[in-house]
C-alpha cells in the first residue's frame, strides 16, 4: 500500500512567500505602466498586502525550532573570516597539538622539559654525592674493622 501519509510535509517560508509577492506586483505594476493605466484596486491591494491579514498582523510568529536554510552567494562568503569547527574537528585540533607538546617534551624544547631536566640534573649530583659519603664509609668501616684484628 501507498498512501499519502507518513511523507514528510513542506511549508513555505513566508519571507520567500512576500518575496514572491513583491515580486508578482512590480511585474503587474511594469505591465499596467506599459498600459497606461492604474486603477485605484490595485493600489488598495498593495498596500493591504504589506500588512498581514488577521492574527498575523497582531503576533510576530517565529518557530525558534525552524532553521531557515540561507543560500550565500560567492561573493558574500568572506574567506579571510576565520571559521568555526565542528567538536569532531576540535578533538582532531586538540590531539594533535597534544601530540606536538609531548614531542617537544621529549626533545626537551619546552619551558617545562628544561625545568624537569634541571630538577633531574640536581637529584642527579645529590645522589653521586650520597653515593661517595657512603663508600667512604664503608672504606673507613673496613678499616677500623681491619684494625681491630
Known amino acids: 500500500k501507498k498512501g499519502h501519509k ?3 510535509k513542506q511549508f513555505s517560508n513566508p519571507e520567500e512567500i512576500d518575496r514572491q509577492m513583491k ?5 503587474e505594476e511594469s505591465v499596467g505602466a506599459e498600459k497606461g493605466s492604474s486603477s485605484e484596486s490595485e493600489e488598495e491591494s498593495s498596500s493591504d498586502d504589506d ?6 498582523g ?3 510568529i517565529e518557530n525558534p525550532n525552524r532553521v531557515s536554510q540561507k543560500s550565500k552567494k560567492v561573493t558574500d562568503i568572506d574567506v579571510a573570516a576565520p571559521r568555526e569547527l565542528s567538536r569532531r574537528e576540535e578533538e582532531i585540533e586538540k590531539q594533535k597539538s ?3 607538546y609531548q614531542k617537544l617534551q621529549m626533545e626537551g624544547k619546552t619551558e617545562q622539559a628544561r625545568a624537569d631536566l634541571a630538577r633531574l640534573a640536581i637529584i ?3 645522589r653521586e654525592e650520597a653515593a661517595k659519603k657512603r663508600d667512604e664509609l664503608r672504606k673507613r668501616e673496613a678499616e677500623e674493622a681491619k684494625g681491630k684484628r
Open 23 to 27: 515580486a508578482q506586483k512590480e511585474l
Open 124 to 126: 642527579k649530583r645529590e
Open 58 to 60: 497582531l503576533i510576530e
Open 6 to 8: 507518513g511523507r514528510g
Open 98 to 100: 597534544k601530540e606536538r
Open 51 to 56: 500588512k498581514r491579514s488577521g492574527v498575523e
